[in-house]
């Protein structure tokens, strides 16, 4: 006799199996999709590996690049320059204005935004029309690989990605472990020069000096990227004097400390270039930059050497 009982046992069972049948469901469907965790602590989840991906930023373009994803890139922003065929992909504005019709209109199914440099309001309008927006702003060198690892994962693109990031981790560790521990060179790496600018320890290219073996002079300053003055880098007399920047020449930056004839670096001649492109961008042509100013501060020490 199927009593009142036996019906709501029957409900209950009906009810709980269902409820395993949307568990199991929702477990395999996220099981299957690709997730990582942005640089703003944020899962983001696709249903299939990102095939129209865009790049709000030179450093993001390159990245996405070295994690085996570039056939994928659809829209870039302007001096997305590296590699050489990132040139060519269409360009949505730059990473402080994009136009977000030109980038809507190309349907990415993934954006690849920067923590700090895209304007918030626009990648949340993003968001608000459905496209998923992933944040990446490695800070140290570990970051970079996993940036790499993370970008991989999204637009499967796994080994090709795992490569880069493994060789980029090999290299660094291999540079840190030639040079750190090297006699120091106090020196000061001008990241801009109107305003005068510099940057900290806790900056990627203040670690970048440390693993040089260089005494960064501005290193305990609280602000990640400092503003200084002449007098400033006078009082803090470094022995070498480094200027990055924008684009790939920027001698005047270093011309401008001759005017102080008694500066150590100065004196010393140890006024020093980096291509900006290699130390200022967060992607695994960080290696060479981090060799051309090791090989800069090396020059210095055997200056003092031979004294």
């Not at 009810?15 to 568990?23: E, H």
């Not at 670690?207 to 260089?214: A, F």
């Not at 400033?232 to 920047?245: H, Q, S, T």
């Amino acid at each position: 006799m199927f009593t009142l009982a036996n019906k709501r046992s029957h409900l209950v069972r009906g009810a709980l199996g269902l409820a395993l049948l949307l568990i199991a469901a929702v477990s395999h469907a996220h099981e299957h999709s690709r997730c990582a965790v942005d640089d703003r602590d944020r899962e983001v989840c696709l249903h299939h590996a990102a095939q129209r991906i865009a790049t709000l930023s030179p450093g993001a373009t390159e990245l996405t690049y070295a994690a085996g994803a570039g056939d994928q890139v659809v829209a870039v922003v302007s001096y997305s320059d590296y590699p050489p065929e990132a040139k060519e992909v269409t360009s949505v504005g730059s990473h402080t204005r994009i136009d977000l019709e030109a980038l809507v209109g190309l349907a990415p199914d993934l954006v690849i935004g920067w923590v700090t440099g895209n304007p918030a309001e626009q990648l949340e309008t993003l968001e608000a029309l459905g496209m998923p927006v992933f944040y990446i702003e490695p800070r140290d060198v570990e970051g970079v690989a996993s940036a790499i690892e993370r970008l991989a994962r999204l637009a499967g693109t796994e080994a090709a990605g795992q490569t880069v990031a493994d060789n980029f981790r090999k290299t660094m560790g291999g540079i840190d472990a030639r040079y750190r521990d090297r006699e120091p060179v106090t020196t000061f790496y001008q990241v801009w020069d109107e305003p005068l600018m510099s940057v900290n320890n806790q900056h990627l290219i203040g670690q970048v000096v440390e693993m040089c073996g260089g005494e960064n002079v501005f290193g305990e300053q609280a602000r990640l990227v400092p503003r200084i003055d002449d007098e400033a880098v006078l009082a803090a007399n470094p022995e070498a004097i480094v200027a990055g920047g924008m684009g790939e020449e920027n001698r005047h930056w270093l011309t401008h400390w001759e005017q102080y004839p008694n500066l150590t670096a100065v004196t010393e001649d140890n006024l020093f270039f980096v291509p900006p492109s290699l130390i200022q961008r967060p992607t695994p042509r960080l290696t060479e930059g981090t060799q051309i100013l090791c090989e800069k501060l090396e020059i210095a020490r055997q200056k003092r050497e031979r004294l």
